[in-house]
């Protein structure tokens, strides 16, 4: 007991000695840690291929790697910290290895260093390239579609109107394309159209059909130059046959009275009789009667329309989107239809009501 206890204050007169030796000698430098003056910064990503597989099975993932950074800011290795499947961390680390950082300083100087990066799949939705197109060829007087028409686009693509004068292009590059019509009723007409991508462009063509040719043998022999008219062109349309606007509520019997009610028009001040298309200007949209343009569809006061309906066969609105045929009509187009008389005989209707009385009579002088 007694050594152990002199062993004890031996020891602890010799760590009471310990601190006046050290102080007798010089101070050494306390060593500095060294100190990251600037963390690396990517400069150049490089976007990592998304497998089939995965994006076929609709699979996502998170790939962590670590990244060692050289002095000149190349990747000098990238390996799995925590792995995201084995596709996925294939082509993380293919990646990874073609990232350049702005190299990381340490004490001021250029220096290489290891980090952690978090590396994502997600799918994302495909950007569309491409534009759809999609219209309907209609005749020009009858408002009839004509079946059978040839819609060649300048790229090649070509296709053949349908039992209701339809046709359909999945895909268009976007840009300005020439395209033409061609069919057995009527003269080979050319126009242009403009496609975006991701967007669907909807046209309604009316063309002026061809008349059929004299038979071998009749008439003299002339030579005759047929000038095709240009296509009308018009975006979106909605067209109301005389039966159906006559059953509209609201409209009194007055046909053209059914224009309110189709979109893209607002209704106007009680009693003025304009017409309001998208917000423009009543004088913005233009009035057609078979052709003829008229200044406005409205009597003073709006209750009645300027064509007695009995002479309407229909009623077509275009609320903008066509081309420059009908010149500063900026709002919409209106366009009216008269029922012509085909067969012979009398026709006749008489109406009256708390706002007036109307009759007409009808008879055709001959064939044409």
Do not use: C
């Not at 077509?316 to 009908?326: N, S, V």
Request: charged fraction near 25%.
């Amino acid at each position: 007991m007694t050594l152990r206890a002199r062993s004890i204050v031996i020891a602890a007169a010799l760590a009471a000695l310990a601190p006046r030796v050290a102080d007798a000698q010089p101070k050494a430098a306390p060593a500095v840690a060294p100190k990251l003056t600037r963390a690396p910064k990517l400069v150049t990503f490089v976007e990592a291929p998304y497998p089939a597989a995965e994006r076929a099975s609709g699979k996502t993932a998170t790939v962590v790697l670590q990244i060692a950074i050289s002095a000149t800011g190349t990747v000098d290795r990238a390996g799995i910290s925590e792995s995201g499947g084995p596709a996925f961390d294939a082509a993380a680390v293919a990646a990874a290895q073609r990232f350049v950082f702005d190299p990381a300083e340490i004490d001021g100087k250029p220096a290489p260093v290891k980090i952690l990066y978090r590396y994502e799949f997600t799918l994302k939705p495909e950007v569309p390239t491409t534009g759809v197109f999609d219209g309907v060829v209609r005749s020009r007087k009858k408002k009839t579609p004509l079946v059978g028409v040839s819609v060649q686009l300048d790229s090649g693509q070509r296709v053949i109107t349908d039992a209701a004068g339809h046709f359909h292009v999945d895909v268009v590059a976007p840009g300005k394309h020439a395209l033409k019509l061609e069919g057995d009723k009527l003269t080979a007409q050319r126009t242009e159209e403009t496609f975006e991508a991701g967007k669907r462009l909807d046209v309604t063509y009316d063309v002026e059909e061809r008349e059929e040719a004299a038979k071998e043998g009749d008439g003299d022999d002339l030579e005759i130059v047929i000038t095709a008219p240009p296509i009308r062109k018009q975006v979106v349309s909605t067209e109301v046959s005389a039966e159906q606007g006559r059953r509209v509520p609201g409209a009194q019997g007055d046909v053209l009275r059914v224009v309110e009610n189709l979109p893209g028009v607002a209704r106007s001040t009680v009693g003025s009789g304009a017409l309001v298309v998208w917000g423009a200007s009543p004088e913005d949209t233009r009035v057609y009667v078979d052709g003829v343009r008229v200044p406005r569809l409205y009597h003073d006061g709006g209750l009645r329309s300027v064509v007695h309906s009995d002479l309407v066969k229909s009623v077509e609105l275009a609320p903008g989107g066509y081309g420059a045929l009908y010149g500063r009509g900026l709002g919409g187009l209106v366009t009216v239809a008269l029922d012509p008389l085909e067969d012979k005989g009398f026709h006749g209707s008489i109406a009256a009501d708390v706002l007036d009385a109307a009759g007409s009579v009808r008879a055709s002088i001959g064939d044409r």
